[in-house]
């Protein structure tokens, strides 16, 4: 499953399959991003990160992806789990800015 | 220890009470942060410590006001709050300077303001 269009904040994949969460960022001068997990009623959990000098990285069933020139950021997780249903935020940091600036986020359901 | 510690995990106040969020790391960060997160909105950034300095403040209103005593905490005073400042608030840290690595988030107070 994925999200085409970054305007649909939810997303909804059989248990097994693999997702993709896509994320514009807004700032070419954004050096370093992060994706992070959300449960409800959880402040948001590091999944994983890439510098700007980086096309893709890898962790444990997860994958970022990043295109600097459509200013495009996405994640992959494979083999979706049921524990994997949570909110899903892309943040950006800004050269030189000490912050991170959020995207608005997409909810991942997992489906038995 | 890789964690950030916020307390308490809720609290209900009456809009002309005074109380203060505290959050704690050990993690030898020197920058801090407060968020503000309403229902399936992102987090807001509200304020920066860098090396226990301020570094910025996102226009927040007055009866906010953030203090950072050392480097392993992070205080946010309330008073006077309205409804709509109801949210979860979140505190993070990461290393200072540069690219922001090990950015970690704490679970967050659930404030609710009546």
């Known amino acids: 499953g994925e999200n085409v269009g970054l305007h649909l904040p939810t997303l909804s994949v059989q248990e097994g399959d693999n997702s993709i969460i896509n994320c514009a960022y807004s700032?070419?001068?954004?050096?370093?991003f992060i994706w992070y997990k959300q449960e409800s009623g959880k402040g948001p959990q590091f999944i994983i990160d890439?510098?700007?000098?980086?096309d893709k990285r890898q962790g444990q069933r997860v994958t970022v992806l990043l295109n600097k020139t459509v200013k495009h950021l996405s994640l992959q997780i494979a083999a979706t789990q049921p524990g994997d249903s949570a909110v899903y935020f892309c943040?950006?940091?800004?050269?030189?800015?000490?912050?991170?600036?959020f995207g608005q986020g997409t909810r991942l359901t997992i489906n038995p | 220890d890789t964690e950030v510690t916020q307390t308490p995990k809720h609290l209900v106040m009456g809009m002309t009470n005074k109380k203060s969020l505290k959050c704690e790391q050990h993690m030898g960060h020197r920058a801090m942060y407060w968020y503000k997160q309403k229902a399936k909105k992102p987090p807001e950034l509200m304020f920066v410590?860098?090396?226990?300095?301020?570094?910025i403040n996102e226009s927040v209103p007055s009866r906010f006001s953030p203090e950072c005593p050392n480097s392993s905490l992070l205080n946010l005073h309330l008073h006077a709050l309205q409804p709509e400042d109801s949210a979860l608030y979140l505190c993070?840290?990461?290393?200072?300077?540069?690219?922001?690595?090990?950015?970690?988030f704490g679970s967050g107070t659930r404030l609710t303001v009546v």
């Open positions: 890439i510098r700007s000098n980086m």
């Open positions: 700032n070419s001068a954004s050096d370093y």
């Open positions: 993070a840290s990461s290393q200072a300077g540069g690219q922001l690595y090990g950015y970690t």
């Open positions: 943040a950006e940091n800004i050269q030189g800015a000490q912050k991170l600036v």
């Open positions: 410590y860098s090396y226990e300095k301020l570094s």
